[in-house]
């Protein structure tokens, strides 16, 4: 591919944020050109989220990206919290006037953008990273990068950082323009992927003495399992039988029910974090997804909430193409944040409810478990949750 030097908006990165925003500028006749650092089958192999809230759903079916995901996904009415050696289901439809989730993994997300932005002939460029932002406070901000061995620039209107917790956009806005708040959590994810048809047919959420377990899935034939773990555990420090063992134990409960093994074919240990940037815009750059905002994946929204970035950046990029009207850029940032520190107080809420801190004492314990049981016990403590998880409409 001839690589372009000029266009309206610059994407950065490549993940689901970069790919939809590309895909709906694409689709709205909006110039842009989408730079990412690693290469194809890297982005595509990265093992993250799973669960997409309806509204993702829809934006992808709107965009024409879901026909995989409605041939291959696997919508799910409910999820199950344990703890205390019993089970309680939270039906979503019924609490959520009729929302419900689906479990597609992120690489399949990735995969389908990858294929249809490619087929579409728009300009993707792998192996591209970008080193620095410049004139960002000007009206032509300029990309450097470098590709096949050669430092580039890309010269545009606009540039979003869809970069990611790590990426450079974010670093290209003066220090003073930006203000962060964080909270690093005192325990961490070992996450597996097993050849192993899923235990349950909805995903589990465990609360246990020993810790925190989730069992989730990626297809009929593969398990994703999760337990907290202490931070900075290495994740070869865990023979396969020990995690089945810790997993078995956490997701005891009294009646019938049986953990099925599998080879584990993948294993990575995931810190859990909370963190903001606001604003989400300073003069030509915006940011989307992690590169403004992280969730611990408790919550299942770190995915989504990238989605609703971009739909709404996509709506205000068009807006301003078809009446001039930069309204919509104006209002990003702000329309963005009310949705993202939602999602940051569910994740946050899901969390120390459910994980075990090591300085945890027993008033703590029972708090948690007081939380639990209200949430059996009263619909609109259940309402509350299923409202949240589902996720909000989409702007
Ligand atoms: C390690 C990890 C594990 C996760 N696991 C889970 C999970 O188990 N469950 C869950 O619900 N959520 C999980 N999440 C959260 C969820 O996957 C993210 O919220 C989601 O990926 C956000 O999408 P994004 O497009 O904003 O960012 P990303 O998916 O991070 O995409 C950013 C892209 O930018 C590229 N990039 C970075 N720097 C540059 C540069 N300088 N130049 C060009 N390109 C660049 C990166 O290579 C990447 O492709 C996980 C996140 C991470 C980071």
Redesign the pocket.
Known sequence: MTTPDRTIVAV???????LLLARLLHRAGIGCVV????DRAY?ERRQ????LEQGTVDALRACGAAGRLDREGLAHDGIELRWNGRGHRIDLPSLTEGRRVWVYA?TEVVKDLVALHLADGAPLLFD???TAVTGADTERPVVH?THEGAERTLACDYVVG???????VRTAIPEGELRTFERAYPYAWL?ILADAPPSCEELIYAHSPRGFALHSMRSPSVSRLYLQVPVGTDPAAWSDEQIWDELEARFAVDGPWRLNRGPVTQRSV?PLRSHVTEPMRWGRILL????AHIVP?TG?K??NL?VSDVVLLARAFAEQASTGSAAGLDAYSDACLRRVWRAEHFSWFMTTTLHTAPDQNPFDTRLQLAQLDRIAASPHAAAELAQNYAGLPVH
């Open positions: 950065v990165g490549a993940g689901p944020a970069g730079l990412e650092s690693r982005v993250r989220a799973g669960i992120q591209a990273e970008v990068y869809c970069d990611g917790f790590h990426g450079v996450g995931l989307a997804g992690d590169a994946p299942a770190g995915l990238a």
